[in-house]
């Protein structure tokens, strides 16, 4: 679609995704921070997805546009535009393709990346989402959760904000000895884990590195639509935790499906039940079904099919579950805790 070149790389998710653009910063793209510069030696792994960014005024059409506007470039690609006042629009196109999606995007959208403007998603979102489409075509699945490995025991945790997914990881990981698949955003091929390793490190101001981050992360927490204005958080996760204790693929062992409540309670439940839980998790964080750039590419026959996408992401957890045993629980952080100190006694 484009002849620019991408220069920069990173495999937000190590041997299974990797992204490629002409851009160092994705802006507000959660997978990764930040890429580094493309090593001409080509991929270190090669990975199933890969994703391309460019950025480039070839996303652009020649002709006037009054308000948004959807067209079919070809059976493949579609551009979405929306004019910025008279002189200037917000354009993008997609071309789909399963393992190697391309999106690209003028200078106006990049820059006005994170400010969702009607229906014209921010870069970030849009990209992750696009990585989650193209999982999900080739049997993975991006989960809503987080996860670590600690010894012969791999726990994946879901639970919407502030249940206490993050500081629970980095309590095993730094007090115990644990290993980290991620605190936010995990993949999965409905039986093993795989890192995502490089997502930003959302901890307590006091928590985190220098003066900067404490002001950043204070901002951010406090402040609604920060994200929107404020720059790229680049301190992720392994750097907090440090990339040697990053996590091999493994099986899932147990899951925990996690709920604040002032009653601390827990059980096992059965794997349809928690498989039915986990993908409402996944339903408050990803978008790509309500999208209005995706549904405009079914909508065009770019051969997008959310909903095959979405059966097959089902199936996915409903595996996932059925090689585990779930723990359906309530409480606060510390129940969280004590019920993960559990599993972890009896190492089966």
């Known amino acids: 679609m484009t002849a ?9 998710v190590p041997g299974v995704l990797s992204v490629s653009a002409n851009v160092r910063v994705i ?6 921070r930040q890429l580094n510069p493309m090593d001409k030696t080509g991929e270190p792994v090669p990975c199933p997805v890969k994703l391309n960014y460019i950025v480039s005024p070839q996303a652009r059409s020649a002709g006037k546009i009054h ?16 004019p910025v006042g008279p002189f200037s629009r917000l354009s993008l196109l997609l071309d789909w393709n399963a393992a190697n999606p391309v999106l690209t995007v003028n200078k106006a959208f990049h820059r006005l990346a994170k400010v969702t403007i009607g229906n014209v998603h921010s870069v970030g979102w849009l990209v992750r989402d696009l990585s989650n489409l193209a999982l999900l075509a080739n049997n993975y699945a991006l989960l809503h959760t987080a996860a670590f490995k600690h010894k012969n025991k791999v726990i994946l945790i879901f639970g919407l ?12 990981v730094k007090d115990h000895g644990a290993e980290f698949y991620g605190d936010d955003l995990v993949v999965t091929d409905g039986s093993k884990l ?35 204005f404020a720059g790229t958080l680049s301190y992720s ?25 002032e009653q601390a309670k827990s059980e ?4 349809e039940h928690a498989a ?53 629980a309530c409480g606060d952080v510390h129940d969280l805790g004590n019920l993960v100190r559990e599993i972890l006694a009896h190492p089966d």
């Open 161 to 172: 904000s502030n249940t206490g997914k993050t500081t629970t990881v980095f309590s095993q």
């Open 194 to 228: 795989y890192a995502c390793p490089f997502t930003g490190a959302n901890i307590n101001p006091q928590d985190g590195p220098g003066l900067k981050y404490k002001i950043e992360q204070t901002l951010r927490r406090g402040l609604p639509f920060f994200e929107n």
């Open 237 to 261: 996760i392994s750097d907090a935790l440090g990339a040697d204790n990053i996590a091999a693929p493994a099986a899932v062992t147990d899951i925990i499906i996690m709920r604040k409540a």
């Open 27 to 32: 802006p507000s793209y959660p997978l990764v």
């Open 276 to 328: 039915q839980l986990m993908l409402a998790s996944n339903r408050t964080e990803f978008t790509f079904a309500s999208s209005p750039l995706f549904s405009a590419a079914e909508y065009f026959e770019t051969g997008l099919n959310t909903d095959a996408v979405m059966k097959n992401e089902s199936v996915l957890l409903q595996q996932l579950a059925e090689q585990a045993v779930c723990h359906y």
């Open 4 to 12: 620019e070149k991408p220069e920069y790389y990173a495999q937000p």
């Open 67 to 82: 308000g948004k506007s959807f067209e079919a470039v070809s059976n493949t690609a579609l551009r979405l535009e929306t």
């Open 268 to 271: 096992v439940i059965e794997a």
